[in-house]
């Protein structure tokens, strides 16, 4: 898969959990440009102004936190070997149903790199993406 990086506005979200948020970068690959929720992956990095902003950052601003109002989110098991600092892995289902969402929540120092997948496909197989993804990143992170 190959999508570009793009800046995001550093205020946007606004929210408080941001505090010492430096930059943001954000990539988004969509399976099915008809349908932007059907197959999309995104891939978020947070540099903070300081290794403590982020640590504070992964406690209070994690997707089990920001996303618990809208449905169902739970902590979930999908090690893939990040060798970063912290790491928790979520499902989610809003609406009902099915787990429609899985997340990667990462921390390296005073970077945190989150990774969505938003998915109609079976959950083995966005579990499957999750993981690799997470496998990735701690390639490229080696390699730094």
Known sequence: MA???????DEDPGAPYMRGLDRRVERLFVQDSADPLAGTFIQTVMEFDSPTWAWLVFRDGSPDK?????GEVERIDADGGSGAEEQ????AH???GE???WYA?????????????IATMPAETSTGML???IA???EAARRI
């Open 3 to 9: 999508a570009t990086w793009e800046r995001k506005a």
């Open 66 to 70: 920001r996303y618990a109002r809208y």
């Open 88 to 91: 928790r892995t979520f499902c």
């Open 94 to 96: 809003f609406g009902g």
């Open 99 to 101: 787990y429609n969402r």
């Open 105 to 117: 929540w990462l921390r390296f120092g005073q970077y945190l790199v989150e990774v969505e997948v």
């Open 131 to 133: 993981k690799a993804a």
């Open 136 to 138: 990735e990143i701690a």
